[in-house]
Nanobody, 114 residues
Framework: QVQLVESGGGLVQAGGSLRLSCAASGIVFRINPMAWYRQAPGKQRELVAGISSGGVTNYADSVKGRFTISRDNAKNTVYLQMNSLKPEDTAVYYC????????WGQGTQVTVSS
């Protein structure tokens, strides 16, 4: 059974930083491309960043240069370092394993105040 547990969200002022974590279980983590998504109120879920099993990364244009995705295969964990946060980054953030696209965790709320 796939389980994804996100943590690290919170309330931060614009310009601040947060580091999100996602612990995965029930999958062979090291072979799974992983990604972070976010969903703001009234909007569709959108891809924020992805990382391949080999560590190649990609980012949405809106977060390039501010967010960094990384993974620790020994800990079955993927991270999202978010710097220079903006109010428009406010959303619930979810991680996802590409090989299990229908499995989602509970998400973690990120709120950026202006």
């Amino acid at each position: 059974q796939v389980q994804l547990v996100e943590s690290g969200g919170g309330l931060v002022q614009a310009g601040g930083s947060l580091r999100l974590s996602c612990a995965a279980s029930g999958i062979v983590f090291r072979i799974n491309p992983m990604a972070w998504y976010r969903q703001a109120p009234g909007k569709q879920r959108e891809l924020v960043a992805g990382i391949s099993s080999g560590g190649v990364t990609n980012y949405a244009d809106s977060v390039k240069g501010r967010f960094t995705i990384s993974r620790d295969n020994a800990k079955n964990t993927v991270y999202l370092q978010m710097n220079s946060l903006k109010p428009e980054d406010t959303a619930v953030y979810y991680c996802n394993a590409d090989l299990f696209p229908t499995s989602w965790g509970q998400g973690t709320q990120v709120t950026v105040s202006s």
